[in-house]
């Protein structure tokens, strides 16, 4: 099982920055080779993936965001963060972290369906 928590959400003026942290734990964690991504879903829409750490090296972007968020790691804290600079109320929505053991996927590494555990979210306003 794993375990996924959020934090540093909050209200943010547009063009600010803002880091998002989701701290793993778990046995079925591994810093290496658990697949962590994150999410966000505004209101009325659907989650999308913006971004994702595959084997603790490889990194994913939704295009859209790729020059604006950058997803990183920390071993030691067991810890994946998702940077956002330059924000735009676009980017207003509920974040989530989401983690999978497996290495392989079927629809890409951003789909939401490809992820088994899930944090509860954090909010994130943009204005």
């Known amino acids: 099982h794993v375990q996924l928590v959020e934090s540093g959400g909050g209200s943010v003026q547009a063009g600010g920055s803002l880091r998002l942290s989701c701290a793993a734990s778990?046995?079925?964690?591994?810093?290496?080779?658990?697949?962590v991504g994150w999410f966000r879903q505004a209101p009325g829409k659907e989650r999308e993936g913006v971004a994702a750490?595959?084997?603790?090296?490889?990194?994913y972007y939704d295009p859209s965001v790729k020059d604006r968020l950058t997803i990183s790691r920390d071993d030691a804290k067991n810890t994946v963060y998702l940077e956002m600079h330059s924000v735009k109320p676009e980017d207003t929505g509920m974040y989530y972290c989401?983690?999978?053991?497996?290495?392989?996927?079927?629809?890409?590494?951003?789909?939401?369906?490809?992820?088994?555990?899930w944090g509860q979210g954090t909010q994130v306003t943009v204005s």
């Open positions: 750490i595959v084997n603790g090296r490889k990194y």
């Open positions: 989401a983690a999978d053991p497996k290495g392989y996927w079927t629809r890409g590494p951003l789909a939401a369906g490809e992820y088994e555990y």
């Open positions: 778990g046995d079925a964690y591994s810093s290496t080779s658990t697949r």
